[in-house]
């Protein structure tokens, strides 16, 4: 049984690219890591713990679509 998950191995778990994940960690929104001998690993439980409360505290609310290009001029 895998109780310690790579970066790889949560990315694929959760979905999210490193990227992401990292933004997570530095707003203190993703569970801690474990440094073992220099390598960061993630407890399986701790990840579970995060699910759930995710489910249990965030209400889902639709993004607004990003605008992208020049603004326009008004006429």
């Known amino acids: 049984m895998k109780i310690l998950l790579t970066l790889i191995e949560v990315t694929n778990a959760t979905g999210f ?25 993630w407890r399986v439980r701790d990840l579970n713990a995060w699910e759930e409360s995710l489910c249990d505290e965030q209400v889902l609310v ?10 326009r001029l008004a006429p």
């Open 62 to 71: 639709p993004s607004q679509p990003v605008k992208r290009g020049r603004p």
């Open 17 to 41: 690219s490193a990227t992401k994940i990292n933004r997570l960690i530095l707003d203190g929104r993703f569970p801690k890591s474990v440094k073992i001998d220099g390598n960061t690993r």
